[in-house]
């Protein structure tokens, strides 16, 4: 690796750990932020960047995408990734995983999940030690729920006993079948493929008793209803070692969105009811939910062009991820520090990674965020490899300013409007 | 020509919509104009000479990316009928088959200067997907678990045949409403137009929410059909008779299935419709299909081409240049 300069950032609003905002300067080294604070100054030989009054933020650790697509991450102000083991070929061998893991640096750096099951079968166990050690920061069953409770539970022993976090996508699947929606009147009124709420609730109460069982950390990748909520905060009270994320699809919309047959509206879990999704703002608010995550999957026009149903579910998200989160500070049901640990904070420590706080000796991943700047959301102009968002032609505001990895300033695509 | 109680607006106000992708979103006087427009083909399809010129050199393509037989023939006789150059494709032996996009399909099909595209297709929404691709009318014959307007309108135009006012008439919709386009179609033609409606289906194949949709659910198929004026019985596909949905065919018959002794249950003059094609012995007894006084089956399947000729007709006028149309 290059050796870089020191980096200060001066003039920015620092975003203290506890959620504080801080007028100060922000001193990086080797890679490492060594100090901040009201009274650091740039030393000789370092590079300064004013951040002009800006909100100085760690770089947003984004918990389960599907893609590497840097300059979505980028443009979104992310710096680390995990990435879902449904790659093709699958992250099932260390090989694998170890060339993954390697795929983004130096200026993104990209932790691979394991696949938990050869080719994701849901099946036989894959080489989960041996991945770990060969750089993966979890354990995933990717886009699908591991049906066979015998073995999920083995999967969860080898998981507590290597101390890799289990990302479980919990969608009974017998009960999901082919479903594309969620029961209830919009499915009916389209003749949409549904499948009932409580397929996730299913998933999830096997899923925490596997947990207690084991002793395995349970990260429940997308909790979008009322009674998985309900389950989480329970077992959170029970001490089960579980933590939950959604990504904004949930808190921003329902599936009336689902009205005009948009195949970007199309994901995994579907859409849900207006009711669950005020149920996902109320989780994020009381601590429930741990973390929000783009998902970001980039889908071609070759699987979103199609017939609702025959397309294939995913979002473009990694440039709203920032955006849409602010919303949620804007309508004051969480605070601009709480809204970090969401997307910072939480996610970094659930991979047990030294990042997503600004402190001295985490790594020097930090994002200058213009909290309140106004930019549209456009397909036609994503930094993303595919355009798939549902959030088209939306009015947002928030924007990152600068992004810097490891102390190294990223380039970004500039292409949205603003 | 029989005179209706609705009136409508002149011209292309009648009617204003480029396609026909459902029944959601048309107005009750829309339907009723529909409705009217049919009879004239109804008299014309009486005739030995059953032949008028209005669509000639217009190209209609009928695109069936699902299979039918019925909903074809119907539809390619319209378009006959009224002088059009009808042409057939078929999913089975097309390039659909090789792997091609639906929405390549419909540039390929719009390249051909069709100037109305007739669709089916097994996913719900993949007509509008291409009707907002193509640049003549398209009518849906079919999507999914979505829509089958022209049925919808067809079973309106028989009821009306049928000598029955739509409002108040208390008609029982029952089957595999879950899966049935019909279902959804006919609830909201028929709701709009008035009429008091029941559904009844095992809970299996109820869909979830259809009471939004202005519709009594019912389980018992013996309290449904109490003093209903119409029978609506819909088709229970084969695939879904072998324990996934239903536990056998003849468990179903003895709960849903249409015989002498339920329709006794019903208003003495009540009037049995299926959409076709029938599995006499499991929704339907032949006994009660084959009623000639009760039962509409075949006036369906006559009211059918009327129907699809006027769609052709009110959609292509514009086209056409029809006065007050173009």
């Not at chain 1, 798939?388 to 505001?397: C, H, R, W």
């Not at chain 2, 289906?201 to 449904?224: R, Y």
């Not at chain 2, 009760?294 to 959609?315: F, H, K, N, P």
Request: hydrophobic share 45%; charged share 20%; proline share 5%.
């Amino acid at each position: 690796m290059s050796k870089t300069a020191p980096l200060t950032i001066t003039g920015g609003k620092l975003l203290r750990p506890d959620g504080t905002l801080e007028a100060g300067t922000l001193r990086c080294a080797d890679g490492r932020i060594v100090a901040l604070g009201a009274d650091v100054t740039p030393q000789d030989g370092d590079t300064v960047h004013d951040a002009g009054g800006l909100i100085v933020a760690p770089g947003l650790v984004d918990l389960g995408a599907y893609a590497v697509d840097k300059p979505a991450f980028h443009f979104g102000g992310i710096t680390r990734a995990a990435l879902m083991p449904d790659q093709t070929p699958p992250l099932d061998v260390p090989s694998r995983v170890r060339y993954v893991a390697l795929s983004g640096k130096p200026d993104f750096w990209v932790h691979p999940l394991a696949a938990a099951t050869r080719g994701l079968e849901g099946s036989a166990l894959a080489e989960l030690g041996l991945m770990r050690d060969a750089g993966a920061r979890g354990i995933a069953t990717g886009r699908r729920w591991i049906a066979d409770s015998g073995t999920m539970l083995r999967v969860m022993q080898y998981a507590a006993m290597l101390d890799l976090v289990v990302f479980v996508h919990a969608q009974d699947s017998n009960l999901m079948g082919s479903a594309v929606a969620t029961a209830g009147e919009m499915a009916t009124r389209l003749g949409l493929p549904a499948a009932p709420a409580e397929a996730e609730a299913l998933a999830i109460s096997r899923d925490l008793l596997l947990a207690e069982m084991t002793g395995a950390r349970l990260h429940l990748r997308k909790v979008t209803t009322a009674r998985g909520l309900d389950l989480v905060r329970a077992a959170k009270d029970k001490g089960i070692k579980v933590t939950a994320g959604v990504s904004p699809a949930y808190f921003m919309l329902s599936d009336l969105a689902l009205a005009e047959y948009r195949s970007f509206m199309h994901l995994s879990p579907p859409l849900r009811s207006e009711a669950d999704r005020k149920a996902v703002i109320a989780a994020i608010a009381d601590g429930t939910i741990d973390a929000i995550a783009s998902g970001h999957d980039p889908r071609g026009s070759e699987d979103k062009r199609l017939p609702f149903a025959d397309s294939a579910p995913g979002m473009a998200g990694a440039e709203t991820l920032l955006p849409l989160t602010m919303n949620l500070v804007r309508d004051e049901v969480i605070t601009l520090g709480r809204a970090f640990e969401l997307l910072a904070g939480n996610p970094a420590r659930v991979l047990g990674v030294e990042a997503g706080r600004l402190e001295p000796g985490a790594e020097a991943d930090i994002a200058i965020i213009d909290r309140d700047r106004p930019w549209i959301v456009d397909s036609d102009q994503m930094a993303a490899s595919a355009g798939n968002t549902p959030f088209d032609k939306q009015p947002v505001q928030g924007r990152v300013a600068a992004l810097f990895k490891g102390g190294a300033r990223v380039g970004q695509k500039k292409t949205a409007t603003t | 020509m029989r005179s209706s109680a609705t009136s409508y607006p002149e011209g292309s106000a009648a009617f204003p919509h480029r396609g026909l992708v459902g029944i959601a979103g048309l107005a009750p006087h829309e339907i009723m104009f529909l409705l009217d427009e049919a009879e004239q083909w109804v008299d014309l399809n009486r005739h030995a000479q059953k032949h008028r010129d209005l669509l000639s050199g217009l190209t209609i393509i009928n695109a069936f990316f699902e299979n039918s037989t019925r909903t074809l023939l119907s539809f390619e006789i319209a378009g006959k009928r009224l002088g059009a150059d009808v042409v057939n494709m078929h999913a089975a032996t097309s390039s659909v088959k090789k792997g091609e996009t639906l929405l390549d399909t419909a540039a390929t099909l719009n390249a051909m200067h069709a100037d109305a595209i007739v669709i089916r297709h097994a996913s719900s929404g993949a007509v509008q997907l291409i009707g907002d691709k193509v640049d003549c009318p398209v009518l849906n014959a079919g999507d999914g678990q979505h829509e089958h307007p022209t049925q919808a309108l067809l079973d309106a135009l028989t009821i009306r045949h049928a000598k029955r006012a739509f409002n108040g008439l208390r008609v029982v919709i029952c089957g595999d409403i879950l899966h049935s386009r019909v279902a959804r179609s006919n609830i909201l033609s028929l709701s709009s137009l008035g009429a008091d409606i029941r559904v009844c289906a095992p809970p299996a194949l109820m869909p979830v929410g259809i009471e939004a949709m202005n519709v009594a659910p019912f389980h018992n198929f013996d309290a449904a059909i109490a003093g209903a004026d119409v029978v609506m019985m819909l088709r229970l596909q084969n695939e879904r008779m072998q324990g996934d949905f239903i536990p056998s065919p003849r468990e179903y018959r003895h709960l849903y299935g249409l015989t002498l002794d339920r329709l006794s249950l019903a208003s003495p003059d009540a009037l049995v419709m299926h959409p076709g094609p029938m599995n006499r012995g499991i929704e339907i007894d032949s006994n009660v299909a084959d009623m000639v006084e009760r039962s509409l089956i075949t006036l369906q399947v006559e009211m059918g081409v009327a129907i699809r000729m006027a769609c052709l007709d009110v959609l292509t006028r514009r086209a056409r240049g029809v006065e007050g149309w173009a």
